[in-house]
């Protein structure tokens, strides 16, 4: 059985990562409308990844008989006055994540839930990971991004990416 406050935060995130979702298929849906498919591409995938790690939450609290409680998932706002904007908000937005996983971990660390914790290591790992691919292509936009040619190659290789479920096991 989980301690109540942990499945609590594990709830929480739950709903965060249905947002996340929500928020990159919004940044797809700009892109999409701008003419870059390519990044549009790139936060379809992203998306896709919320969902995933939504549902990998749902699974472990019910995998420890806790009660998952799903609730309304917010309107995405977000001003974009250039592309790099979105690039910056999804590098913020995952920083934020991570904030909320590392505030689990301590949590789950102080009621000495080793089982949650190890559960989390990989989304620890995960975080990082996403923070390094958020900051390169923010990076990436401003070495690129207002050269035409080079923005079209930057869309070109953001298009070539695929998606790969995650392999955590429960």
Do not use: C
């Not at 309304?72 to 790099?84: G, L, T, V, Y």
């Not at 009621?111 to 620890?124: A, C, G, H, I, N």
């Not at 040619?149 to 429960?170: F, I, N, T």
């Amino acid at each position: 059985m989980l301690n109540e406050k942990v499945s609590e935060l594990l709830n929480t995130q739950v709903n965060k990562e249905f947002y996340s979702a929500y928020l990159y298929l919004a940044f797809s849906n700009y892109f999409s409308e701008e003419g870059l498919d390519g990044f549009a591409n790139w936060y379809r995938i992203q998306a896709q990844e919320e969902r995933d790690h939504a549902m990998l939450f749902v699974q472990y609290m019910q995998n420890n008989d806790a009660k998952v409680t799903f609730d309304a998932i917010e309107k995405p706002e977000f001003k974009a006055d250039s592309h790099r904007d979105i690039l910056k908000a999804g590098l913020a937005h995952e920083q934020y994540v991570t904030g909320l996983i590392n505030n689990i971990y301590g949590t789950a660390y102080d009621m000495k839930d080793f089982r949650t914790m190890q559960f989390l290591d990989w989304f620890v790992k995960e975080q990082g990971e996403e923070e390094t691919n958020a900051n390169d292509l923010v990076k990436k936009m401003e070495l690129f991004g207002s050269d035409p040619k080079s923005l079209y190659l930057l869309d070109q290789e953001l298009a070539a990416r695929v998606y790969s479920a995650p392999s955590l096991v429960l």
